[in-house]
């Protein structure tokens, strides 16, 4: 009597044993797949991702997770089967896929520890504002290759037997304005070269130039339409693309440095 006792407990015990490491496993993996386990790590990499990615993890979108890794492991289980996995091909894919992750992390890393501050994107308003203040001019311009042909339109355009506009569009180097009417719309002189600028801020509203004007582009006729006082964005409408800008200014300094340091033979 007191043996099946003893054999009793003893099988009691060990079926609480083996439910209480089921329970455990399952504690630790997403599933079981064709008796392998999936860790629950793989999970949270996944969700990871997302969240970098700006995207909230709501109980749908952790389900979708769950039912992607457990797809994932299906297939990497077929693919295994077929020996895909020791291939050469799938070997140079891996290296190329471990060296995409660890740059990532590098750069990453980098971010982390070299943030944009408050006072570098306030110093790089100033000096955008500093640079763009006074007055913009909204003007227009033909360009030709020859300096005759320049002086023929200012006298067409002159004697009214042609408009500025439809010669811009039919006769102007220039493909960006020249499809506008010679359109250059609002910009502060110093977008353009100085013979440009030069002579486009010595006319006055309406006024065309009396000879054509030779920079580097070849001859230009120019009109001026408009003159404003700079429009400047304020500081809190334009930081998020500063902050941006300087990031990516840092960080290509950062990867410049690497590679001028770097001994390639």
């Given at each position: 009597?007191?043996?099946?006792?003893?054999n009793?407990?003893?099988?009691?015990?060990?079926?609480?044993?083996?439910?209480?490491?089921?329970f455990?496993?399952?504690?630790?993996?997403?599933?079981?797949?064709?008796?392998?386990?999936?860790?629950k790590?793989?999970?949270?990499?996944?969700?990871?991702?997302?969240?970098?990615?700006?995207?909230p993890?709501?109980?749908?979108?952790?389900?979708?997770?769950?039912?992607?890794?457990?797809?994932?492991?299906?297939?990497?289980?077929?693919?295994?089967?077929?020996?895909?996995?020791?291939?050469a091909d799938?070997?140079?894919?891996?290296?190329?896929?471990?060296?995409?992750?660890?740059?990532r992390?590098?750069?990453?890393?980098?971010?982390?520890?070299?943030?944009?501050?408050?006072?570098e994107?306030?110093?790089?308003?100033?000096?955008?504002?500093?640079?763009?203040?006074?007055?913009?001019?909204?003007?227009?311009?033909?360009?030709?290759?020859?300096?005759?042909?320049?002086?023929?339109?200012?006298?067409?355009?002159?004697?009214?037997?042609?408009?500025?506009?439809?010669?811009?569009?039919?006769?102007?180097?220039?493909?960006?304005?020249g499809?506008?009417?010679g359109?250059?719309?609002?910009?502060?002189?110093?977008?353009?070269?100085?013979?440009?600028?030069?002579?486009?801020?010595?006319?006055?509203?309406?006024?065309?130039?009396?000879?054509?004007?030779?920079?580097?582009?070849?001859?230009?006729?120019?009109?001026?339409?408009?003159?404003?006082?700079?429009?400047i964005?304020?500081?809190?409408?334009?930081?998020?693309?500063?902050?941006?800008?300087?990031?990516?200014?840092?960080?290509?300094?950062?990867?410049?440095?690497l590679?001028?340091?770097?001994?390639?033979?």
């Amino acid at each position: 009597m007191k043996l099946s006792i003893l054999n009793k407990t003893l099988r009691q015990a060990m079926i609480f044993s083996a439910v209480a490491l089921s329970f455990s496993t399952f504690a630790q993996n997403i599933a079981i797949v064709n008796g392998k386990a999936v860790p629950k790590s793989r999970a949270e990499a996944l969700a990871q991702q997302l969240i970098r990615s700006g995207r909230p993890i709501t109980p749908e979108v952790e389900e979708q997770i769950k039912e992607e890794v457990v797809a994932r492991e299906v297939f990497m289980q077929e693919a295994q089967k077929l020996g895909l996995d020791a291939s050469a091909d799938f070997k140079d894919q891996m290296e190329l896929a471990r060296q995409t992750i660890m740059i990532r992390e590098l750069f990453m890393e980098f971010q982390k520890k070299n943030p944009v501050t408050d006072a570098e994107i306030k110093a790089e308003y100033d000096k955008f504002t500093a640079a763009n203040s006074g007055k913009e001019y909204h003007a227009r311009h033909i360009l030709v290759e020859k300096e005759d042909q320049a002086k023929a339109i200012i006298a067409s355009i002159k004697k009214g037997s042609a408009k500025f506009e439809d010669i811009a569009k039919k006769q102007s180097k220039d493909p960006g304005s020249g499809s506008k009417g010679g359109d250059l719309d609002w910009a502060a002189p110093s977008n353009f070269v100085k013979e440009f600028s030069d002579a486009m801020i010595a006319l006055k509203k309406g006024q065309m130039t009396e000879q054509p004007v030779k920079t580097q582009f070849g001859y230009h006729i120019i009109r001026l339409d408009e003159v404003r006082e700079a429009q400047i964005p304020k500081f809190e409408e334009v930081k998020p693309q500063i902050s941006q800008q300087l990031q990516q200014l840092k960080m290509n300094n950062y990867q410049q440095d690497l590679r001028t340091k770097a001994k390639v033979e």
